[in-house]
């Protein structure tokens, strides 16, 4: 259960919101090019409830009911993402113009990020020259919403679409390529550093990316189990941090890279003003177990040098993800120490959980333990400047469909209602309590979330 004693004071200027993607929300299909998602979905047995995100929240549509969620909700900022291919259809752009121009006028910052997984069907990460169309698209995003956007995410989780969309298939495109998915990571990586000259080109100075890391606890003290976990967390954690930090890729991986790999280097080391992570729970992982197993939901192949184990003796949420607080703190401190000065400010992008209900206890049970469990991070000396819960809004769970529910706001999917659960009022209230309430919009937003007709803003 939740402490009833206060959260701790965040520093001054700590910037508090919540995140969504473009696919998982927007909906509005008939309206953008079709991504490498319409295409794995519309495969029988892709998505566990067969389910598609042609509709999704149909936010396109209901953008500004969800704007006043977010200004009663008294969020700092909003992170959403744009989706490249509804960039690349004619009008594409207008939504989003429209929708900082709201988030705006309701006293909530913009901060969005260029490519969440959505990538236009007819390009392919295998290839270095998707790298140079995405930074092409950030030049035209930037272009548009620059004038009124301060704050960017270049990349979300390259991880987990290398690992899960090429090595393994089970997002899209829906390959298994395994270790011979190393080259999407790399592209990724360049197309990061590509957008971070792009966005400075356009004068932007706040510029950021969204890596998902966990702590990798060894299964035992054996020896294999050790090697097996410090393998899972070059491949997961440092591939991924440490040529953006450091400017080089862990010993061993940087030769098996596609390209002029110390050339892309120095453009994937580009600076950063701030880091961001996305933080879900722990990984236990020993040595190879020589069969298939399922962990997750997600089929782990037998020839894996390593095997993802149970997290036994904390909760779990219906995603059966174990419950560890004190692992973000774990996490923080251990990039601290390992990257030391190199460590730009940090934002945690994302942290949240699945649970059913409107009553979700468990959910405000996990939030506070997470903020609690960041503040110490803070208190030990990390520079951590702001915290995004994942989501505002029950969504399109990737292969999951809709069965796993993220949100701080219910979505009826049959009627698109969306009704505020308890963590909504639990975050409402800890922002208050942190900040104050100082937005004017606040009351007329409360009525436009319950009212779409009475918006405060025009159309």
């Known amino acids: 259960m939740a402490t009833t004693n206060p959260i701790p004071r965040f520093p001054a200027g700590f910037l508090w919101g919540v995140s969504t993607s473009a696919h998982q929300i927007e909906g509005a299909v008939d309206t953008r090019e079709p991504s490498v998602w319409d295409v794995f979905t519309a495969e029988p047995g892709k998505v566990r409830d067969g389910s598609t995100a042609a509709v999704a929240c149909d936010h396109v549509h209901r953008h500004r009911e969800d704007v006043a969620l977010l200004a009663d909700l008294g969020v700092d900022a909003y992170r959403f993402s744009v989706s490249w291919p509804r960039v690349r259809a004619e009008g594409g752009l207008d939504f989003y113009d429209r929708l900082v121009d709201d988030l705006l006028a309701a ?8 490519f969440h997984w959505d990538l236009p069907a007819d390009l392919d990460w295998l290839e270095r020259d998707t790298a140079e169309r995405f930074a092409e698209h950030v030049a035209r995003v930037a272009a548009r919403l620059g004038d009124r956007v301060t704050k960017w995410i270049t990349l979300n989780e390259p991880a987990e679409h290398t690992l899960l969309g090429h090595a393994l298939g089970v997002h899209a495109p829906g390959r298994r390529l395994l270790f011979d998915a190393l080259p999407v990571a790399h592209h990724q990586l360049l197309a990061h ?4 000259w792009a966005l400075r080109a356009s004068g932007a100075s706040d510029i950021g990316i969204a890596n998902s890391h966990s702590p990798t606890w060894p ?9 097996a976990a410090d393998f899972y967390d070059t491949l997961l954690n440092r591939l991924f941090a440490d040529p953006l930090l450091l400017g080089r890729y862990p010993e061993g991986i940087g030769e098996l890279m596609p390209g002029d ?9 580009e600076p950063l003003d701030w880091y961001g992570i996305n933080y879900y729970a722990p990984t236990r992982v020993g040595a190879p177990q020589g069969a298939e197993i399922e962990f997750g939901g997600v089929r782990m192949p ?6 993802v184990r149970e997290i036994e003796g904390y909760p779990v949420t219906d995603f ?4 560890v607080p004190e692992a973000l703190t774990e996490l923080l401190t251990l990039f601290h120490d390992r990257y030391g000065d190199r460590l730009p400010p940090v934002v945690i992008t994302e942290n949240g959980c699945a649970y059913e209900g409107l009553d979700d206890s468990n959910r405000i049970t996990y939030l506070d333990g997470h903020v609690r469990a960041l503040h110490r991070a803070v208190e030990a000396g ?3 400047r702001g915290y995004f819960v994942w989501s505002l809004l029950d969504n399109f769970e990737w292969a999951e469909g809709y069965g796993r529910r993220f949100g701080l706001v219910h979505v009826d999917f049959a009627t698109q209602r969306r009704t505020p659960k308890a963590s909504y009022d639990w975050y409402r209230a800890l922002l208050r309590e942190q900040h104050g309430c100082r937005r004017g919009l606040r009351s007329r937003a409360a009525a436009a979330a319950s009212d779409p007709a009475a918006s405060p803003w025009p159309p």
Do not use: H, Q, Y
């Open 219 to 227: 299964a035992s003290d054996d020896e294999a189990d050790a090697a």
């Open 193 to 196: 550093g590509l957008a971070v």
């Open 382 to 384: 990390v520079d951590v």
């Open 107 to 114: 006293g909530v910052r913009p901060v969005p990020t260029l």
């Open 320 to 323: 059966g993800w174990p419950v």
């Open 302 to 307: 037998a020839e894996l040098p390593f095997s």
């Open 261 to 269: 790999v110390e050339a892309d280097l120095k453009i994937i080391a």
